[in-house]
């Protein structure tokens, strides 16, 4: 008769306040290594009966057979990750035990007396549940769904921790009519939706009311706004297993304008003020005459700055300098390679590793070498050229804004002990015999680091503005995204 329920113990997770500084005391005093890191998480479950979503970055290793978890939450509580006073928890966090029948499991733990006090699942479907007890204050306990795809992480992390040593080897392989107007005035404005996943052809232009802001929220008048590769893949249904569209969606995260309305509370804007910022790509986006959306998301632009040329920058912009400044943290004279350079996030992180002062290559592929000229570069070198990247390497990181098999093919002209960070998604998979930490981010909003970027272009590198198209010609929009080789951002304009 089983009566079991938790196994042998498979996993430790310890909370800290600091992830850089954990990583650092695990790989130099423990000798664990080769990390996983993924930033910009967001943990969501059900805690003591209700909904708990908290910002968070985790690093995973193997060690041993057990697979170390670090995470450093970045919201507040109450959750698991914060004391009864509402602190953040340092330390060992809990104990884990892989579960190949969770539910059973979860039932059987109930039954022994366990409180199960929270419980979620994560983007790839795997379900997790915590335990406590009054007999054992201070300890909590966890089953994790072992999942085949969970299974896999786990085999390619300890297939990467054997690697660890081991030298890795190359591969030889727009106006307005007076209807427009009209419209504006009787409190109506144009937006583009989508009814249902498919080609550039499904997006609508439909006349809908204009929203009203709520309390901390802004209205804005929209001048532009970039049309990114999220929203490609969004609109095509690439992204529907991790962030599935509510229908009619209205897509678009870069924005710039003029806001019109002001909400409860929000004292930051006027009306009248030109602020650019990030929105929610994926509902309510920008792809429209006017948005709400929170002020914090927000900044103003700088005086002498296009607005169509500041709708292009936020996103890629801070997507580029987290990779390098985040992810990477290059040390002054580090050799590294960014592929993906002629794209507006690429070139954002080749200006931020410029003003590091590290030795930068830029990695493209043909096409796209015009895109890069500009770039005061160690090196521009074709992505495919094995005998080139041979050449140039080994690198200290590589800086991915590309992801899948091209990425992971490049681990290998990477120093053993060197970095890799991707803002792809789903983010690279490290090859079993790759030894390097692999970092895994997702942008967050920081309004004074885009500031000081866009204060910064002026007179110096810019975001080129490739092509500006009015919002009906959205259609046209996601095919020249989809054919590539654009050389800067596309930008609507209603």
Wanted: hydrophobic share 45%; proline share 7%.
């Amino acid at each position: 008769m089983h009566t079991s329920w938790l196994g042998p113990i498979r996993q430790i997770s310890f909370t800290t306040d600091n992830l850089d500084h954990l990583l650092v005391f695990w790989e130099t005093q423990m000798g664990v290594r080769p990390w996983s890191v993924f930033r910009g998480l967001t943990l969501s479950m059900m805690y003591e009966g209700r909904a708990v979503s908290l910002p968070a970055h985790v690093a995973l290793s193997m060690h041993g057979d057990t697979l170390i978890e670090l995470i450093q939450v970045l919201g507040d509580g109450p959750s698991p990750f914060h004391d009864s006073l509402n602190r953040p928890i340092i330390g060992l966090q809990r104990l884990a035990s892989f579960s190949s029948d969770i539910e059973r499991d979860v039932q059987t733990a109930v039954e022994k007396g366990m409180e199960h006090f929270a419980h979620g699942q994560d983007a790839t479907g795997q379900r997790y549940s915590y335990f406590r007890s009054p007999a054992a204050p201070g300890i909590l306990l966890e089953l994790l769904e072992a999942t085949p795809s969970f299974n896999k992480f786990v085999d390619l992390l300890e297939a990467r921790v054997r690697s660890y040593g081991a030298t890795p080897t190359v591969s030889s392989t727009g106006e307005k009519s007076d209807k427009d107007d009209a419209d504006t005035r009787n409190g109506l404005m144009r937006a583009v939706h989508l009814h249902e996943y498919g080609d550039p052809d499904s997006f609508v232009i439909e006349t809908v009311a204009e929203p009203e802001p709520g309390p901390g929220e802004i209205r804005v008048r929209v001048a532009g706004v970039a049309v990114n590769p999220v929203d490609v893949k969004a609109r095509k249904g690439w992204l529907k297993e991790w962030m599935p569209l509510t229908f009619p969606a209205r897509l678009g995260g870069d924005v710039a304008g003029v806001v019109d309305a002001l909400g409860e509370g929000v004292t930051g804007f006027k009306l009248g003020d030109h602020v650019m910022g990030m929105v929610n790509p994926l509902c309510n986006g920008g792809y429209a005459e006017k948005i709400v959306f929170h002020a914090a998301a927000f900044v103003p632009v700088p005086v002498g700055l296009d607005l169509v040329e500041a709708a292009a920058l936020p996103t890629g912009v801070l997507t580029g300098t987290q990779l390098i400044e985040a992810g990477i943290c290059p040390a002054h004279g580090a050799k590294g390679l960014v592929i993906g350079a002629g794209g507006s996030t690429g070139r954002a992180a080749i200006i931020a590793a410029l003003d590091a002062g590290v030795q930068v290559y830029a990695g493209v592929r043909p096409s796209s070498r015009s895109a890069v000229a500009d770039l005061p570069v160690t090196g521009v070198i074709d992505i495919t050229d094995d005998e080139a990247l041979a050449a140039a390497g080994p690198f200290d990181f590589l800086a991915d804004t590309v992801g899948g098999q091209v990425a992971e093919a490049l681990f290998a002209y990477v120093k053993p002990d060197g970095v890799i960070a991707s803002t792809a998604f789903p983010p690279p998979t490290p090859p079993a015999g790759s030894t390097q930490r692999f970092v895994s981010l997702v942008v967050r909003f920081d309004g004074p680091r885009l500031e000081r970027f866009s204060r910064e272009m002026s007179g110096k590198l810019k975001m080129p503005v490739a092509h500006k198209l009015p919002l009906a010609e959205v259609a046209e929009a996601h095919r020249l995204m989809e054919q590539g080789g654009v050389g800067g951002k596309i930008v609507l304009v209603p």
